[in-house]
């Protein structure tokens, strides 16, 4: 079994900050390509970034340049620095490691962007 742990979510003002990590203790991580998702209320989970074992990286239209996915292979984390945040980006915000066909899932942490 997978075990994806993230952390590092919370409450944030419209124009704030927020750094979400995972943590993949036990695990090949640098096999492997990872990235975050998030599912909004009355929404499909949509992908938000995610980086290839090489470091190439993906990210939706809506956070580009706000948003910047990195991977640290030695610490087997990976994280999510989220800038000039805004109340559409509120949501839970799921990791995710693809291995072949297959999807595995972290807890969920929730970011709320609201005054």
């Known amino acids: 079994q997978v075990q994806l742990v993230e952390a590092g979510g919370g409450l944030v003002q419209p124009g704030g900050s927020l750094r979400l990590s995972c943590a993949v203790p036990r695990n090949n991580f640098s096999s492997y390509t990872m990235g975050w998702y998030r599912q909004a209320p009355g929404k499909q989970r949509e992908l938000v970034a995610q980086?290839?074992?090489?470091?190439?990286?993906e990210y939706a239209d809506s956070v580009k340049g706000r948003f910047t996915i990195s991977r640290d292979n030695s610490r087997k984390i990976l994280d999510l620095q989220m800038n000039d945040l805004r109340p559409e980006d509120t949501a839970v915000y799921y990791c995710?490691?693809?291995?072949?066909?297959?999807?595995?899932w972290g807890q969920g942490t929730q970011v709320t962007v609201s005054s």
């Open positions: 995710n490691q693809k291995r072949g066909p297959r999807n595995f």
């Open positions: 980086i290839t074992r090489d470091g190439t990286t």
